[in-house]
């Protein structure tokens, strides 16, 4: 006897992209079918640990594919087994993930985080090294600088933007030492200063010597930057951020083709570093008005660093949106579609006084960690997200005691020019 009747789907098709179709039109149906769902227009969230199987048989079958024991037909899904190793709310957003960046395959996850951690677990083992761009952000930072080594993996820092060439004899290095690079993992433009690295170029380092090329893409992507049209091979993202947008989610997600988005899963599924179905639910809302988020942000973005550029009370602004002629400025141009809404400056003085004094008066910007939401944040580097990276390294990094980060959000763009004039001005 079945435990379901046999025209219950068990198994769900992978959607196909309709040709010609824009991702943010597909945002409110891709990969979801109403009919399955008592007509909702909206997917419900499937708040269930487990799903009920037809037959003995067909669990069995459905394992022998999760665990890779069996070779599978890539024309016959995975069965839906147990939420640790997929969902339909999962399911869905990974569907929709790879529309905008033009992926084969995506995997979701409870945190940016985890979606890094989890993808460098799976892909380097103890004795084999990784390099990557600094500054980053201050978690991958420890677990490069800190953690990994712990487990034997040998991790080295390269400057962002660095010269291929460099970066190429340090891979030589490596091999010599016999630690030979298995991942170059590039965060740009890197948090906070906003330097961007060459994915293109460093993309042919990495594979010329065997690595895979892996992007922190949560600053600029995926709207204003798709590194695996460059040559990436797998990206990354605090979906927190601009995906989610709402400051209201923490999850994350990694994509790119599908043997290696396969073995991530692998290791996602038995870390446990699985999305829960609400969080998932909660980004597939936060996905229908992504470009209108992320543009309205970059466009107010472009006003606010203008206004900051020409205030006396402003030492230094970094902006993609207003970098001088040269080497950056025309990496820029070629790999990024529009600079984002992340500002770094520095007050006049360019002291922690000055920048604290600033976070302390700002009234309708709030001084919260976080970016990519649809309020504008403001932050102190330093003593705050990066506050892990040691001082020294920091200083040579470019992160100075005065920077502060504002991630400009949807308000009036008058509005947050008017809390920045005022927090500037005189006491
Ligand atoms: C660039 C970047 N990558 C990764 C992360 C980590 O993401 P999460 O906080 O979702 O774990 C962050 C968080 O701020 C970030 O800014």
């Known amino acids: 006897m079945s435990h379901l009747p046999p025209s219950a789907p068990r198994r769900r098709e992978r959607p196909?992209?309709?040709?010609?179709?824009?991702?943010?039109?597909?945002?409110?149906?891709?990969?979801?079918?109403?009919?399955?769902?008592?007509?909702?227009?909206?997917?419900?969230?499937?708040?269930?640990?487990?799903?009920?199987?037809?037959?003995?048989?067909?669990?069995?079958?459905?394992?022998?594919?999760?665990?890779?024991?069996?070779?599978?037909?890539?024309?016959?899904?995975?069965?839906?087994?147990?939420?640790?190793?997929?969902?339909?709310?999962?399911?869905?957003?990974?569907?929709?993930?790879?529309?905008?960046?033009?992926?084969?395959?995506?995997?979701?996850?409870?945190?940016?985080?985890?979606?890094?951690?989890?993808?460098?677990?799976?892909?380097?083992?103890?004795?084999?090294?990784?390099?990557?761009?600094?500054?980053?952000?201050?978690?991958?930072?420890?677990?490069?600088?800190?953690?990994?080594?712990?487990?034997?993996?040998?991790?080295?820092?390269?400057?962002?933007?660095?010269a291929a060439g460099a970066v190429e004899e340090l891979f030589a290095a490596l091999e010599r030492e016999g630690t030979p690079c298995r991942l170059l993992l590039l965060e740009t433009p890197a948090n906070p200063t906003l330097v961007h690295s060459d994915i293109a170029a460093l993309s042919e380092v990495a594979h010329r010597r065997g690595a895979c090329c892996a992007v922190d893409n949560t600053l600029l992507g995926p709207l204003y930057q798709q590194p695996l049209r460059h040559g990436a091979?797998?990206?990354?993202?605090?979906?927190?951020?601009?995906?989610?947008?709402?400051?209201?989610?923490?999850?994350?997600?990694?994509?790119?083709?599908?043997?290696?988005?396969e073995r991530i899963k692998l290791y996602r599924t038995i870390l446990g570093s699985v999305p829960d179905p609400h969080s998932a639910w909660l980004l597939l809302r936060s996905l229908e008005t992504f470009k209108l988020r992320m543009t309205c942000a970059r466009k107010n973005a472009e006003k606010v660093a203008r206004f900051l550029a020409g205030h006396p009370g402003v030492g230094s602004v970094l902006y993609p949106g207003l970098l001088p002629e040269g080497e950056q400025r025309e990496l820029f141009a070629r790999q990024c579609t529009g600079p984002g809404a992340l500002i770094a400056f520095e007050p006049a003085e360019g002291?922690?006084?000055?920048?604290?004094?600033?976070?302390?008066?700002?009234?309708?910007?709030?001084?919260?960690?976080?970016?990519g939401g649809?309020?504008?944040?403001?932050?102190?580097?330093?003593?705050?997200?990066?506050?892990?990276?040691?001082?020294?390294?920091?200083?040579?990094?470019?992160?100075?005691?005065?920077?502060?980060?504002?991630?400009?959000?949807?308000?009036?763009?008058?509005?947050?020019?008017?809390?920045?004039?005022?927090?500037?001005?005189?006491?």
């Open 351 to 371: 002291t922690e006084e000055a920048a604290f004094r600033l976070l302390n008066r700002v009234r309708l910007i709030k001084l919260a960690v976080s970016l």
């Open 16 to 162: 196909h992209r309709p040709p010609g179709r824009h991702p943010e039109s597909l945002m409110m149906s891709f990969g979801y079918r109403p009919e399955l769902s008592e007509g909702a227009i909206k997917p419900p969230i499937f708040q269930t640990s487990t799903f009920v199987f037809h037959s003995a048989e067909e669990g069995k079958e459905f394992f022998s594919y999760a665990y890779g024991l069996a070779e599978r037909d890539p024309a016959r899904p995975i069965g839906l087994i147990y939420s640790r190793l997929n969902n339909p709310n999962i399911q869905i957003l990974e569907d929709r993930l790879n529309l905008w960046d033009g992926a084969e395959a995506s995997a979701a996850f409870a945190s940016g985080m985890a979606a890094i951690a989890t993808s460098i677990l799976a892909l380097v083992r103890p004795g084999e090294s990784i390099v990557f761009s600094r500054p980053l952000y201050g978690g991958t930072d420890y677990l490069l600088e800190r953690l990994l080594p712990d487990m034997g993996i040998v991790t080295r820092a390269v400057p962002a933007g660095a």
């Open 374 to 427: 649809t309020e504008s944040l403001i932050e102190h580097p330093a003593t705050m997200t990066h506050a892990d990276v040691p001082v020294e390294s920091q200083r040579e990094l470019g992160i100075t005691p005065g920077m502060v980060r504002l991630s400009v959000g949807i308000e009036h763009p008058d509005d947050l020019i008017a809390d920045l004039a005022e927090a500037l001005g005189p006491a």
């Open 233 to 261: 091979d797998l990206v990354l993202y605090s979906a927190t951020k601009y995906l989610g947008g709402h400051s209201d989610v923490v999850a994350g997600a990694a994509l790119g083709c599908e043997p290696v988005i």
